[in-house]
């Protein structure tokens, strides 16, 4: 009986082992969902807040009938979006500061990504929507 109890007590532990590696593994490797949409040529949110070291995995959405970009020249970010496109990203919240993300387009469209302000990130608009 022990012969049989001892594998099977092995096999629940390198089981249990693997369980708990795998979900805080995934949970870095994707990062905090953070959604900013274009629209009237502006981004909704205009502000992001993060914390250093955090993650953030970013889908931008073009609701605008003309090309926009998403740029972060401080963090290497530039994504040009054609009028109905999204794109998706991670952006490793490294350093604390501040950071302006724009379109090179249209000099007039500016938000913040504010590393180390104190809170969690923050993920929506105070309205709830970004006009998927």
């Not at 502000?47 to 993650?55: C, I």
């Not at 994504?79 to 000099?107: M, N, P, V, W």
């Amino acid at each position: 009986m022990l012969k049989i109890a001892v594998p099977f007590l092995m096999l629940a532990l390198a089981a249990l082992a693997a369980s708990a590696c795998s979900n805080s593994s995934s949970e870095k490797t994707t990062g905090t969902p953070v959604n900013v949409a274009i629209q009237s040529f502006a981004f909704q949110p205009a502000s992001l807040s993060a914390q250093p070291g955090d993650k953030l995995q970013i889908t931008v959405k073009n609701n605008d009938t003309t090309t926009h970009t998403f740029t972060i020249e401080a963090l290497s970010v530039d994504h040009e979006l054609k009028a109905g496109e999204q794109a998706t990203f991670t952006i490793d919240a490294k350093s604390q500061g501040s950071f302006t993300y724009h379109c090179r387009i249209h000099s007039s469209m500016i938000g913040t990504l504010q590393v180390g302000a104190g809170g969690p990130v923050s993920t929506a608009p105070a309205g709830g929507g970004y006009g998927y």
